[in-house]
């Protein structure tokens, strides 16, 4: 088989576009029925064809569990933890439309762990001498931000692990306001999750 010969969709049996193969382990996915795969799934190069035509089949009974989704609680900025109290379950999005994309719905009881991570981004600043060339101060000076995000730990057949990055722009140093507001409801965010 050559490199161009025309590949053909082992789910659906459509053409695959030139750039559009997605690899499986034992066959071939186009981009259409690629982007009904959870966004949480990962390896899907080592996935056999049988194991994603499973996965279609749960995403599908998904949409059932999203239309009857209500959330009572919202966590985040951009990412979003949405809890549905009464039935115990919880959504991870960002869009705002998100009964129309068909996030995971995932039960509380499925979640084995939470930990956060606070990622420090470091950028010297620097003063530029009499001929502009950049020199650093001394001692070195710095403007430093951070991202804020939650791994959440699953117990599912698909995915094992979930990342939320929890604030939208990342927080100044010279913010400790902001940046206590935001390691806050990431502390919120993870006993929301203990049911």
């Not at 080592?46 to 035509?53: G, N, R, S, Y």
Request: proline letters at 3%.
């Amino acid at each position: 088989m050559g490199l161009f010969d025309k590949k053909y969709c082992d789910v659906c049996g459509e053409k695959i576009g030139v750039l559009g193969n997605r690899k499986l382990e034992d066959a071939n996915l186009c981009k259409k029925c690629a982007a009904k795969l959870s966004p949480f799934m990962t390896d899907r190069r080592k996935t056999t064809l049988a194991d994603i035509k499973e996965h279609l089949a749960y995403r599908e009974a998904n949409l059932t569990e999203v239309r009857s989704f209500t959330v009572n609680k919202a966590y985040g900025e951009r990412q979003k933890l949405c809890i549905d109290e009464s039935s115990a379950k919880f959504i991870v999005t960002q869009s705002g439309n998100w009964a129309n994309e068909n996030p995971d719905v995932i039960s509380l009881s499925q979640v084995k762990a939470c930990s956060s991570e606070i990622k420090e981004y470091k950028n010297e600043v620097k003063m530029k001498d009499k001929d502009g060339n950049m020199l650093s101060f001394n001692p070195p000076r710095y403007d430093i931000e951070y991202d804020f995000y939650l791994y959440i730990e699953v117990d599912s057949p698909w995915f094992n692990k979930i990342s939320i990055k929890v604030n939208d722009k990342r927080v100044e140093a010279q913010n400790p306001v902001r940046y206590s507001e935001i390691d806050k409801l990431v502390s919120e965010m993870k006993v929301a999750l203990k049911g």
